[in-house]
C-alpha cells in the first residue's frame, strides 16, 4: 500500500509516534510518505491508499492549527483515513477530540476506518516518571498491535464520544484563543537566555524573532511548547501557564517499553483514567492474538 501521514506536533511526541506507525508500515512492504504540517506545508499529491492523521490532544481538542489545515485538504471521495492521537491522561472526556476533522471528512466523502488514542508524555502540566513513561509505551505498542491487526482484517474501528465528552469539547474549543491571548505574555529571562536562537528556529510557525538583540513572541502562537520545553538553558515563561511548564525533552526511543504496575503505586484520581484504558486494550489484544 502507498500510505501518507500527515501530523502535527509541538514537542515532538507525535512525531515519534508517527516514526512508530512508519517503521510497521515499512516492515509490512508498504511505502510511506511523511508530512509534518507547519508553516508552509503544503499537500502536492493525494494519491495514497491509506492517509493517517495524527495530533496531540489540546484541551479535549485536536489543535486548532491542524484542524484547519485538515479542512483544507481536498481528501478524493472514498479515499480511506485513520486518525492517530495521543495525549498525556486517557479521560474518556477525549473521545470527542476529532469532533471537526471527522466532519471534514464527511463532507468530503472520505471514509474514516479507525481511530485510536495513544498515550504519551506530558509536555505541560507535569513531568511523568520514567517508570510510568516505560508501562504507557508498552501500552503504546499494544495498541499498534490491534490497530495493525485492525487494517489486515478490515475490521472498522472509530471512537464514539459519549455526550458529555462532545459537550466538553464544544466547551473547551475555546482553547484556540489561548495563543492569541497568553502568546503575547511569553517572556525570556535574560539572565538565563544564552542566546543560541534555537526558539527562532524552531518555532513552527515562525512567532519567535530577535529584535535589537532581545528575544521576542509574536502573536500567532499555538501554545504548542515547543521554545519553552527545548530551551537549553530554561529561560522562557509561558504567561500565565508558567506554573504548568515542563522543561528537557524525552528521549521516547531510549525507554525500556515495559509493564511495571506503576498505577498499584499510584492511586489518585489523575491516574485512575489508565486502568480501564490499560484494561481494554488487554482485552481486545487477548481477544486478537
Ligand atoms: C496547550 C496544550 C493543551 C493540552 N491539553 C491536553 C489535554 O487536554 N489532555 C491531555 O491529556 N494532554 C494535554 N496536553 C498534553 C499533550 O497532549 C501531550 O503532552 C502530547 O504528548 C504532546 O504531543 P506533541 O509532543 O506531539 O506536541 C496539552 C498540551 C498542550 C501544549
Ligand atoms: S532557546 Fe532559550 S537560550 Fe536559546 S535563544 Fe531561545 S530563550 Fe535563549
Ligand atoms: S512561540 Fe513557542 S509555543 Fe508558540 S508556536 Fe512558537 S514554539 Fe510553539
Not at 8 to 19: E, M, P, Q, V
Not at 21 to 39: A, H, P
Not at 209 to 235: E, Q, T, W
Amino acid at each position: 500500500m502507498k500510505i501518507l501521514l500527515i501530523y502535527f506536533t509541538g514537542t515532538y511526541n507525535t512525531r515519534y509516534l508517527t516514526s512508530l506507525l512508519q517503521e510497521r508500515f515499512l516492515s509490512r512492504g508498504d511505502k510511506v510518505d511523511i508530512l509534518e504540517v507547519k508553516e508552509g506545508s503544503k499537500i502536492t499529491d493525494l494519491d495514497y491508499d491509506l492517509i493517517g492523521l495524527g495530533y496531540p490532544i489540546y484541551a479535549f481538542n485536536a489543535p486548532n492549527y491542524f484542524n484547519k489545515f485538515i479542512k483544507g485538504v481536498e481528501f478524493k471521495k472514498d479515499q480511506k483515513v485513520f486518525i492517530y492521537k495521543q495525549s498525556g491522561e486517557v479521560f474518556k472526556l477525549n473521545d470527542a477530540s476529532s469532533r471537526k476533522i471527522k466532519k471534514y471528512l464527511k463532507k468530503k466523502k472520505a471514509i474514516l476506518i479507525n481511530e485510536k488514542h495513544y498515550v504519551l508524555p506530558y509536555n505541560i502540566h507535569f513531568r511523568f516518571e520514567d517508570k510510568f513513561i516505560e508501562e504507557i509505551l508498552y501500552y503504546d505498542e499494544r495498541l499498534l498491535d490491534i490497530f495493525f491487526y485492525e487494517l489486515e482484517k478490515q475490521i472498522i474501528s472509530i471512537i464514539e464520544p459519549n455526550f458529555l465528552a462532545t459537550l466538553t469539547s464544544l466547551l473547551l474549543s475555546i482553547q484556540k484563543l489561548g495563543g492569541y491571548l497568553n502568546g503575547p505574555l511569553y517572556k525570556v529571562d535574560k539572565n538565563k537566555c544564552i542566546n543560541c536562537g534555537k526558539c527562532i528556529s524552531d518555532c513552527p510557525v515562525n512567532n519567535i524573532s530577535r529584535r535589537k538583540g532581545k528575544i521576542v513572541f509574536s502573536n500567532h502562537c499555538l501554545m504548542c511548547m515547543r521554545c519553552s520545553f527545548y530551551c537549553p538553558s530554561d529561560a522562557i515563561k509561558i504567561g500565565i501557564l508558567n506554573g504548568w511548564k515542563v522543561n528537557g525533552k524525552y528521549e521516547l526511543s531510549k525507554y525500556k517499553k515495559e509493564k511495571n504496575d506503576y498505577l498499584k503505586k499510584h492511586d489518585t484520581f489523575f491516574y485512575s483514567c489508565y486502568e480501564p484504558y490499560f484494561k481494554k486494550i488487554d482485552e481486545i489484544y487477548n481477544n486478537y492474538f
